[in-house]
Every structure is written in structure tokens, then in C-alpha cells.
């Protein structure tokens, strides 16, 4: 029997430590700093890349301009005294032409490669995508209404992008509705933005079948996708989104990480996998429908992306949702330029030039990639 003071007596437990006795990190934490370290200096990377990539975009075109002379161009708005020798015609063709398209290129593939990082955690398959589940069809068919009847949400020269605006929202909004007639899992909203996008395309190809030749041009035009519409005005209303979005996609990275290993194990855990499922796909779609309502149709951005920083960083949503963003912007700042300056004289849709860069890409991911579970 024992004592009252046996009783009250403390009873020593080991502690829990990071270090060893001399003092030193354990190996393990010593590895795990070093991968946390590693992909950290892989997205300032990206950074470092997307800027460079930029100032050396701004010298591509018929008016010549040395990498420095951009940026003095564009240190020069802000600060007059560092780059007080500015030529206007440079500073001209800087700030209102190529700056414009490369700042939205950088806001669009973000956006697009985030959105496909997060519907591909959610659905739980490698294929999902902004335009595998149908909301590009949608938008492409409010262009089509548009163009054949003459019917716009908004007048001026923003009369398509609010059609495809609205479209898209529309598409998005009967995939997700439908998807929670049979519960918010994965697969039903798989297979129901597969339904509505073939919904979509057949309403389109009826709209195609009876237009004229004029109106058949401005529908397949913007059905290719291009950026060479976009200024400052489309660039800050993309980016006041983005900004709006991001915010709320990030805020759930470790929702994404709980659900990656099965909604079983995420709600015992305290997630809701089908209040998160159902939120993050109306903020991608809302995101996806302002930045295809801009420049289009231009697809493979938001199915690569995820795949390349998951190679690179695995499955930790904290860093994979940043990188996705930062390469989806990387490829379509590329194919953006590819797109203005392949032909002498001729702009290319950049949509196109997309799919000549992504296909090729895509299929070395597919046989790079390890032959086992995608989510293990």
C-alpha cells in the first residue's frame, strides 16, 4: 500500500526533446530543417526566375531596348532619381504594351496552376483541372451567345468577358449543384463536370453550326485563347481576385494535406471534407471564370503545374499550392512571349502555343512519374 507522500509524490516522465544529450539536433530534425530549407529556396526560385524572365520578355519586340533600360523603365515611375535618363518612347512601349500583358500573364498562370493544384487535392485525381471539369466550355458559351444573338451582360469593349463571366459561373455552379444532389464526394463532382462540360460543347457546336462566317471568327478566336487584349484595367480587376482568392486557398493548405490520405481520416481529425470540397471548388471556379473571361481558353497551365511542383516538393500543401502558382505563371509568361514573337509579324494565340509547349511536357510527367497510387 503506498504512502501519502509516495501518493503525492511527482512522477518523472522523459521529456520529448529535439536535441541529444551533447546539445546537437537530432538527425532527423537536422534532415527535416534541410528539406524545409530546400523548398523554401526552391520557391524564391521561382521568384527570381519570374522576375528576370520579365525584364528580359520587355526587350522582345520591334522597338529595341536593352534588359536595363526596362528596368530603368519601370524603377523610373516609381523612383525618378535612380533612373533620371529614361527614354520616353521606351518607358512608353514599357508601361502601357508589354508591361500590362506580363503582369496579367503572371496573375492568370498563377492563378490557373493554383486553382488546378487545389481541385486536383480535392477531387483526388491527377486529370482534374480549371478546363477538364467543364468551365471553360461554359464561358466559351457565353461568347457563343454573344456573338450569334447579339445578347451581353455589359456593353463597351467588355461585352464578351462579361457573357463568359457569367457562363462560367453558370457551369460551375449546376457541376456543383448536381454534385450535391448525390453528396460533395470527389466523384461526383468528377462526373458531373464531365457531363456539364459535354452539355456545354454541344450547345456550342449547335451555336457554331448556325452562325456566319464573321461570327464564327470571333468565336473560334476566342475559343484559342490570347493575352494581347489585356491591360491595366483587366490586370488590376484579375488581380483584386487574386488576391481575395489566394487568400482563402491558402488558409486550407493543411485541410488539402488531412485530405489527401482519405475523408475517413480527415474527419476523424476535425475536417470536414465535404464543407472544404465544396468551398474550395467555388472559389477556384469564381477565380478560374474572371481569368478565363480575360484572355480565353488556354488550357494544360493548371493540369501541369501541380505535377511539376509535386515532383519537386511532394504533397505539403503549405508549399506545393505557392509553387504550382509560381511555375503556372512561368509557363504562360513563356508562351505569352513565344506567342508574339514565333511568326515575324503575326501574333499566334497563345493558347495554342500552350498546347505545343504543355503536350510534349505533360507526357514526360506521365512517364517520369513513379508507377504507384497517385496520393501515397
Known sequence: MRTASARGARVSRPRLTARTRSGKLKPMRVAHRRVMLGKVLFLLALVAILVVASGVIMTLGQVPMTVAQAYG???????????????????????????????????????????????????????????????????????????VFGITILDGPYFLVGNAFVCALLCS????????????????????????????????????YVATDEQRTVMSFWGMGSLSDLNWNSALFIGTVSILCVLLLVSKAWDLNLMTVGDESAGSMGVKPAHIRLLIMVVSSFYVSTIVSFIGVIGFVGLIAPHIGRLVLGNDHRFLIPASAGIGAALLLVANALSMNLMHNVVVPAGIVMSIIGVPLFLYLVLKGKRKEYWA
Not at 458531373?192 to 456550342?204: E, H, K, M, P, R
Request: hydrophobic share 55%; charged share 5%.
Open 173 to 208: 455552379g449546376c457541376i456543383i449543384a448536381l454534385s450535391m444532389l448525390k453528396g460533395t464526394t470527389s466523384e461526383t463532382l468528377v462526373l458531373a463536370g464531365i457531363a456539364v462540360s459535354y452539355l456545354f460543347q454541344a450547345a456550342n457546336q449547335l451555336l457554331t
Open 73 to 147: 523603365a519601370v524603377l523610373g515611375r516609381f523612383w525618378p532619381s535612380l533612373c533620371p535618363a529614361v527614354d520616353p518612347l521606351v518607358a512608353h512601349v514599357v508601361w502601357n504594351i508589354r508591361l500590362p500583358l506580363i503582369v496579367g500573364a503572371i496573375l492568370s498562370g498563377s492563378g490557373l496552376g493554383l486553382c488546378g493544384c487545389v481541385m486536383q487535392a480535392v477531387l483526388k485525381n491527377p486529370m482534374a483541372s480549371p478546363f477538364t471539369l467543364g468551365i471553360s466550355s461554359g464561358a466559351h458559351f457565353g461568347v457563343s451567345i454573344a456573338a
